[in-house]
Nanobody, 124 residues
Framework: QVQLVESGGGLVQPGGSLRLSCVGSGNIATINAMGWYRQAPGQQRELVAFISAVGRPDYFTNYAESVKGRFTISRGNTENTVYLQMNSLKPEDTAVYYC??????????????WGQGTQVTVSS
């Protein structure tokens, strides 16, 4: 099993910042890609930011147009950690944020795992 645990969500005023963290554990051999998604009430889950875990030391990153220039995805010093730094937050960023890892298990099949989600609320 592969487990992901997110943290760092909360309530913040417009223009404020938050940093989300996601740590993976369990039967992980390699992680090929990490991503942050979000889902607002009544909306579909959407990709916010993506980072590929191959091609060290450079990583490929991609962002939703709505967050470009405000959010930054990065990998931690440990292999199984990813962050999402969110600056200049807007009320429309309010959503439950989920992290996602895709990779290979030790001696087993590929995995595509999700965290439980962390609520981000941007409101004055």
């Amino acid at each position: 099993q592969v487990q992901l645990v997110e943290s760092g969500g909360g309530l913040v005023q417009p223009g404020g910042s938050l940093r989300l963290s996601c740590v993976g554990s369990g039967n992980i051999a390699t992680i090929n890609a990490m991503g942050w998604y979000r889902q607002a009430p009544g909306q579909q889950r959407e990709l916010v930011a993506f980072i590929s875990a191959v091609g060290r030391p450079d990583y490929f990153t991609n962002y939703a147009e709505s967050v470009k220039g405000r959010f930054t995805i990065s990998r931690g010093n440990t292999e199984n950690t990813v962050y999402l730094q969110m600056n200049s937050l807007k009320p429309e960023d309010t959503a439950v944020y989920y992290c996602n890892f895709r990779g290979a298990r030790l001696g087993g099949p590929a995995f595509n795992s999700w965290g439980q989600g962390t609520q981000v609320t941007v409101s004055s």
